[in-house]
């Protein structure tokens, strides 16, 4: 009798294990799904904030590299 109550808990505990790792996973991919909506939305504005900053490094490192030539 011990042993099937011992084998109810351990099955409900794995069940409920794996539902919170699925619940878990999904979040983390809902996430993921927001920071890219974020980043690439439409109106641009977090993008075109990033294209500018690589603007800049990138002016910087040829500005640099013509002065090294010269």
Do not use: H, P, W
């Amino acid at each position: 009798m011990l042993e099937l109550e011992i084998a109810k808990y351990l099955k409900a505990r794995f069940v409920s294990e794996k539902a919170q790792g699925m619940i878990e996973y999904a979040l983390i991919a809902a996430f993921i799904c927001g920071v890219a909506a974020v980043v690439f939305a439409s109106d641009g504005s977090f993008s075109s904030a990033i294209n500018t900053a690589f603007g800049s490094v990138s002016n910087a490192a040829s500005n640099a590299a013509s002065k090294a030539q010269s």
